[in-house]
């Protein structure tokens, strides 16, 4: 069974897109059977295009990229949702919508790039996907699908705290 995995930021321009590239690409390259997904409560309608050229740079395809949001998800086409996982602030306080088979939720939080003077953008977006990049590859380091939810929440945190 494929372990689907939603990461949510509130325009989903950023930061959750490195995450979805950078857990596609892992699990690709591990042979895991995972699938990344990302999206935002209020979705920019764009992917800012410093974060696809961190991808990019970093060997990773990022065609059909898009930015959306998270009600693609809760409707009875989605996939079903195993772990949430917030990578800003602004995202980790808002209330989610239900979540079909009650997935795990955890929150990494990551300093908005996009922050960065313009001069400092493309490092600091680089940096970001390289933290990001370093948890996904904690997180598959485990057997997950040996893990039960107690086991896996706890594991996440754990990751959430390096």
Same mark, same amino acid.
């Given at each position: 069974?494929?372990?689907?995995?939603?990461?949510?930021?509130?325009?989903?321009?950023?930061?959750?897109?490195?995450?979805?590239?950078?857990?596609?690409? /892992?699990?690709?390259?591990?042979?895991?059977?995972?699938? *990344? @997904?990302?999206?935002?409560? *209020?979705?920019?309608?764009? %992917?800012?295009?410093?974060?696809?050229? !961190?991808? =990019?740079?970093?060997? %990773?395809?990022?065609?059909? @990229?898009?930015?959306?949001? /998270?009600?693609?998800?809760?409707?009875?086409? !989605?996939?079903?949702?195993?772990?949430? %996982?917030?990578?800003?602030?602004?995202?980790?306080?808002?209330?989610?919508? #239900? /979540?079909?088979?009650?997935?795990?939720? !955890?929150? /990494?939080? #990551?300093?908005?790039?996009?922050?960065?003077?313009?001069?400092?953008?493309?490092?600091?977006?680089?940096?970001?996907?390289?933290?990001?990049? #370093?948890?996904?590859? =904690?997180?598959?380091?485990?057997?997950?699908?040996?893990?039960?939810?107690?086991?896996? =929440?706890?594991?996440?945190?754990?990751?959430?705290?390096?």
């Amino acid at each position: 069974m494929t372990l689907n995995i939603l990461i949510l930021c509130t325009h989903n321009s950023a930061r959750s897109v490195l995450a979805e590239g950078m857990f596609n690409h /892992w699990a690709g390259v591990l042979g895991k059977d995972i699938r *990344a @997904y990302s999206s935002g409560s *209020a979705p920019s309608g764009r %992917i800012n295009p410093h974060a696809l050229a !961190a991808l =990019q740079a970093a060997g %990773i395809d990022t065609e059909g @990229y898009r930015s959306k949001s /998270w009600d693609e998800f809760t409707g009875e086409a !989605a996939p079903e949702i195993h772990i949430v %996982i917030t990578v800003c602030d602004n995202a980790a306080a808002e209330q989610c919508p #239900y /979540w079909p088979g009650k997935p795990i939720k !955890a929150h /990494w939080g #990551y300093p908005d790039p996009s922050n960065a003077p313009e001069a400092e953008k493309a490092f600091a977006f680089d940096l970001t996907r390289q933290a990001i990049g #370093y948890r996904v590859l =904690q997180l598959l380091a485990h057997p997950l699908a040996e893990l039960d939810s107690a086991e896996l =929440q706890t594991l996440l945190i754990s990751i959430s705290q390096n």
